[in-house]
């Protein structure tokens, strides 16, 4: 296993949840890393993404502001801060690693840039 996602759960409207990441070295030292979600019965999208040095991060619109990427690259693991939760936020959460070197917000945020896949953990946010 490359990529292990763990920290999802049930929480209310307005609560937090820290999701983890944690990779084997050699897949944690791909150029990005990136968290995208899938709720049920639509199709998965990009949540957050942060290149290797921790310099270029992007969010999705849905939740800037409230949540926050991070990565401990001496844990090899990355991080999902998710904050002021909403029921929309619903889903099963994905990391992944990419091992290009792109930059760019069109590239960062393409699950199809990505090779390596956690299964997921779910995040419930009642209302």
């Known amino acids: 296993v490359q990529l292990q996602a763990c920290g999802g759960g049930l929480v209310q409207a307005g609560g937090s949840l820290r999701l983890s990441c944690a990779a084997s070295?050699?897949?944690?030292?791909?150029?990005?890393m990136g968290w995208f979600r899938q709720a049920p019965g639509k199709e998965r999208e990009f949540v957050a993404a942060i290149r290797k040095s921790g310099d270029i991060r992007y969010y999705a619109d849905s939740v800037k502001g409230r949540f926050t990427i991070s990565r401990d690259n001496a844990k090899n693991t990355v991080y999902l801060q998710m904050n002021n939760l909403k029921p929309e936020d619903t889903a099963v959460y994905y990391c992944?690693?990419?091992?290009?070197?792109?930059?760019?917000?069109?590239?960062?945020?393409?699950?199809?840039?990505?090779?390596?896949w956690g299964q997921g953990t779910e995040v419930t946010v009642s209302s």
């Open positions: 070295e050699r897949t944690f030292n791909s150029n990005t």
């Open positions: 992944a690693a990419d091992q290009s070197g792109g930059s760019y917000y069109y590239i960062m945020s393409n699950q199809y840039e990505y090779e390596y």
